[in-house]
């Protein structure tokens, strides 16, 4: 199979070509990149030749020049591009926040912003896809994930499917916290789980190993919850109230107060952080010259980088830091392998997904992005059956949905209007004249660069 990333100079390709390294079907034949800044591309590339010393036959990479020639024969296609850069993440976070409201890159009027500045792009290289290699499958990373992928699900239908390492992540936390062997979560006879929401909203609501739902036990084990993640974000005494796990994304829904306190009062926002730390990076990669030498560079950033992952989030609820096996940096990488391997194997294997709702929840559009459990064979991903959602779940689900579907309608027609409302009744934004204030700012700034 022949595989294609859509920015090929992102910092975090060398965790995918890691895991097509390690993947012992080796089902990957050549891997090409593709990124719009030829200095980020050739960095990459040399921390991609480090990797492949010493590996018997590694995985060809080649680097294309255009987009057609990164798409044209291409079986499987992965979207992690950053329309606007860091910097463009930074006046998301930064023109809300003066605003006295929450800026972050999928979250609230961030979101926004990113998603009306995104899917032109995106809705391009489904275009493209279609034209070149309508037989290829778009894996969509790029962010954010849920309403990218609901507009190019307009071009390529159910050949675009979004990934996000949190679910599974908050999955094998879980599991991890009530002491299961880990190769249960592998197998559909021994394990199962009710997971559904948006990208970056949604919640585990069952966990069961071997016949019994392990969750309630876990939910109410305060000393059990405190061993990871999510049990620290958002406290035992609320997850025993909420008879859930969320994923990490709600704790700015859950404790917006919180956490735009901690965020207002930071010098540095995380783009801020990411624009000097990947920035500096780059440049003392170039300079840096041998492969060896820019490797562990990046080891060094990537470490640094993950370490500080929704630091704000965690300072607003004691400052704790993340656990070692956290660190890793795999999870989008495994997932997209996993998601490969199942398609071209038909295989039949379960994986938390972004795809069509279809009748998975009913009071949704059967074109809806959701996030849910997919069972994945040769024809794509098909959402399984999920349980009644509750009320102040699907509250919360429907508004988030109105808020993408007016993001990516204004992103296609370039509708003001639907981009007012997209801001305004996202419950992160508290007046619809704050709303109007951050369009007019961004629309302002962006028309300066």
Same mark, same amino acid.
């Given at each position: &199979?022949?595989?294609?990333?859509?920015?090929?100079?992102?910092?975090? $390709?060398?965790?995918?070509?890691?895991?097509?390294?390690?993947?012992?079907?080796?089902?990957?034949?050549?891997?090409?990149?593709?990124? +719009?800044?030829?200095?980020?591309?050739?960095?990459?590339?040399?921390?991609?030749?480090?990797?492949?010393?010493?590996?018997?036959?590694?995985?060809? $990479?080649?680097?294309?020049?255009?987009?057609?020639?990164?798409?044209?024969?291409?079986?499987?296609?992965?979207?992690?591009?950053?329309?606007?850069?860091?910097?463009?993440?930074?006046?998301?976070?930064?023109?809300?926040?003066?605003?006295?409201?929450?800026?972050?890159?999928?979250?609230?009027?961030?979101?926004?912003?990113? #998603?009306?500045?995104?899917?032109?792009?995106?809705?391009?290289?489904?275009?493209?896809?279609? @034209?070149?290699?309508?037989? @290829?499958?778009?894996?969509?990373?790029?962010?954010?994930? #849920?309403?990218? +992928?609901?507009? &190019?699900?307009? !071009?390529?239908?159910?050949?675009?499917?979004?990934?996000? /390492?949190?679910? !599974?992540?908050?999955?094998?936390?879980?599991?991890?916290?009530?002491?299961?062997?880990?190769?249960?979560?592998?197998?559909?006879?021994?394990? #199962?789980?009710?997971?559904?929401?948006?990208?970056?909203?949604?919640?585990?609501?069952?966990?069961?190993?071997?016949?019994?739902?392990?969750?309630? #036990?876990?939910?109410?084990?305060?000393?059990?919850?405190?061993?990871?993640?999510?049990?620290?974000?958002?406290?035992?005494?609320?997850?025993? $109230?909420?008879?859930?796990?969320?994923?990490?994304?709600?704790?700015?829904?859950?404790?917006?107060? =919180?956490?735009?306190?901690?965020?207002?009062?930071?010098?540095?926002?995380?783009? =801020?952080?990411?624009?000097?730390?990947?920035?500096?990076?780059?440049?003392?990669?170039?300079?840096?010259?041998?492969?060896?030498?820019?490797?562990?560079?990046?080891?060094?950033?990537?470490?640094?980088?993950?370490?500080?992952? &929704?630091?704000?989030?965690?300072?607003?609820?004691?400052?704790?830091?993340? /656990?070692?096996? /956290?660190? =890793?940096?795999?999870?989008?990488?495994?997932?997209?392998?996993?998601?490969?391997?199942?398609?071209?194997?038909?295989?039949?294997?379960?994986?938390?997904?972004?795809?069509?709702?279809?009748?998975?929840?009913?009071?949704?559009?059967?074109?809806?992005?959701? =996030? +849910?459990?997919?069972?994945?064979?040769?024809?794509?991903?098909?959402?399984?059956?999920?349980?009644?959602?509750?009320?102040?779940?699907?509250?919360? &689900?429907?508004?988030?949905?109105?808020?993408?579907?007016?993001? !990516?309608?204004?992103?296609?027609?370039?509708?003001?209007?639907?981009?007012?409302?997209?801001?305004?009744?996202?419950?992160?934004?508290?007046?619809?004249?704050?709303?109007?204030?951050?369009?007019?700012?961004?629309?302002?700034?962006?028309?300066?660069?």
């Amino acid at each position: &199979m022949r595989l294609s990333i859509l920015g090929g100079g992102g910092f975090r $390709v060398p965790l995918v070509y890691r895991a097509l390294l390690d993947d012992p079907a080796r089902s990957v034949s050549e891997l090409t990149l593709y990124d +719009t800044d030829p200095r980020r591309v050739a960095v990459i590339s040399d921390v991609l030749a480090r990797l492949a010393q010493g590996r018997t036959r590694p995985v060809p $990479v080649r680097v294309a020049e255009t987009l057609d020639a990164a798409l044209t024969g291409a079986d499987f296609v992965f979207s992690a591009i950053r329309v606007g850069g860091t910097a463009g993440r930074i006046r998301d976070e930064r023109i809300p926040l003066s605003e006295g409201v929450l800026g972050q890159e999928t979250v609230g009027a961030g979101g926004v912003l990113y #998603g009306l500045r995104t899917i032109p792009v995106a809705l391009h290289v489904a275009e493209r896809v279609a @034209a070149l290699s309508p037989g @290829a499958w778009v894996i969509n990373f790029t962010n954010p994930a #849920g309403m990218v +992928t609901e507009a &190019m699900a307009q !071009v390529l239908g159910d050949r675009v499917i979004g990934i996000c /390492d949190s679910p !599974v992540g908050l999955v094998r936390r879980a599991a991890r916290a009530v002491g299961a062997d880990p190769a249960a979560l592998e197998d559909p006879a021994r394990s #199962g789980y009710d997971y559904v929401g948006l990208n970056h909203l949604g919640w585990l609501r069952s966990l069961t190993l071997d016949g019994t739902d392990v969750l309630p #036990g876990l939910l109410g084990d305060a000393t059990a919850l405190g061993s990871f993640e999510e049990g620290r974000l958002f406290g035992p005494e609320w997850l025993g $109230v909420l008879g859930a796990l969320p994923n990490e994304y709600l704790h700015y829904y859950y404790f917006r107060r =919180e956490t735009l306190h901690s965020v207002r009062d930071t010098r540095e926002t995380r783009g =801020e952080f990411l624009d000097r730390q990947q920035g500096g990076f780059f440049e003392r990669a170039a300079a840096a010259g041998a492969p060896d030498a820019v490797y562990d560079l990046w080891e060094r950033t990537r470490l640094e980088r993950e370490e500080t992952y &929704m630091a704000h989030s965690r300072e607003a609820t004691g400052g704790w830091r993340r /656990d070692s096996d /956290d660190l =890793e940096g795999g999870g989008y990488d495994r997932v997209a392998l996993a998601l490969m391997h199942a398609i071209a194997g038909d295989s039949g294997r379960r994986l938390i997904l972004n795809v069509r709702n279809g009748t998975t929840v009913p009071q949704l559009a059967p074109d809806a992005i959701v =996030e +849910t459990v997919c069972e994945v064979t040769a024809k794509g991903a098909r959402p399984l059956p999920c349980a009644p959602l509750r009320e102040d779940q699907l509250g919360l &689900m429907l508004q988030i949905k109105a808020v993408e579907r007016e993001t !990516v309608a204004a992103a296609l027609f370039k509708d003001r209007d639907a981009a007012l409302r997209a801001l305004a009744l996202h419950p992160l934004v508290d007046s619809p004249a704050v709303a109007a204030r951050i369009l007019q700012r961004a629309a302002t700034d962006s028309g300066r660069t």
